[in-house]
T-cell receptor
Framework: IAGITQAPTSQILAAGRRMTLRCTQD?????MYWYRQDLGLGLRLIHY???????GKGEVPDGYSVSRANTDDFPLTLASAVPSQTSVYFC???????????FGEGSRLTVL | GQNIDQPTEMTATEGAIVQINCTYQ??????LFWYQQHAGEAPTFLSY??LDGLEEKGRFSSFLSRSKGYSYLLLKELQMKDSASYLC??????????WGAGTKLIIKP
């Protein structure tokens, strides 16, 4: 089934540890995004990539990094996790910057 | 600053009609989206408006007035499965999506 796959689905992490959330899409979409979703707040963009080899900072990029080595993969790394990074993380993709977004199922991260 | 406002929660009865409003103030406008998100799941696309007027898609319709910075999502013949959060998002002049916090819709029998 075509779509976006995220891993892990859920993770509990000790503060200070490094963590990479994986995201893979098979729709050959150029644009990919990482959002975090917190209760009472709208989706907030962390980082994005308009095409393979390029990345950009979103609204809340501090403490996160991304890479886009190829079209399909867009991992998000927390170099040293902090409790405020406890959230649900969604990866999304779109066919160009003007298209609708397709979302992965989300990764629930808890930092203790 | 950029802002999207929508009600936090609404309650409606199965079989009825409900209208969810969204007002926005953004730096430029390149389209407005509505997404549905069931609890614990990913958002899924419902509708897209870029010109003023009504877009109808089955039981769901979405309206846009760019001059008023206003949109609404209309859900007809409500079903229990329509219980979800409905997210309004506006694409700004930089083609970035600005998201509202979502409206939780509760459907009662």
């Amino acid at each position: 089934i075509a779509g976006i796959t995220q891993a892990p689905t859920s993770q509990i992490l000790a503060a200070g540890r490094r963590m990479t959330l994986r995201c893979t899409q098979d729709m050959r979409h150029n644009a990919m995004y990482w959002y975090r979703q917190d209760l009472g707040l709208g989706l907030r963009l962390i980082h994005y990539s308009n095409t393979a080899g390029t990345t950009g900072k979103g609204e809340v990029p501090d403490g996160y990094s991304v890479s886009r080595a190829n079209t399909d993969d867009f991992p998000l790394t927390l170099a040293s996790a902090v409790p405020s990074q406890t959230s649900v993380y969604f990866c999304a993709s779109s066919d160009g910057s003007a298209g609708e977004l397709f979302f992965g199922e989300g990764s629930r991260l808890t930092v203790l | 600053g950029q802002n999207i406002d929508q009600p936090t929660e609404m309650t409606a009865t199965e079989g009825a009609i409900v209208q969810i409003n969204c007002t926005y103030q953004t730096s430029g406008f390149n389209g407005l989206f509505w997404y549905q998100q069931h609890a614990g799941e990913a958002p899924t696309f419902l509708s897209y408006n870029v010109l003023d007027g009504l877009e109808e898609k089955g039981r769901f319709s979405s309206f846009l007035s760019r001059s008023k910075g206003y949109s609404y999502l209309l859900l007809k013949e409500l079903q229990m499965k329509d219980s979800a959060s409905y997210l309004c998002a506006v694409r700004d002049s930089n083609y970035q999506l600005i998201w509202g916090a979502g409206t939780k819709l509760i459907i009662k029998p």
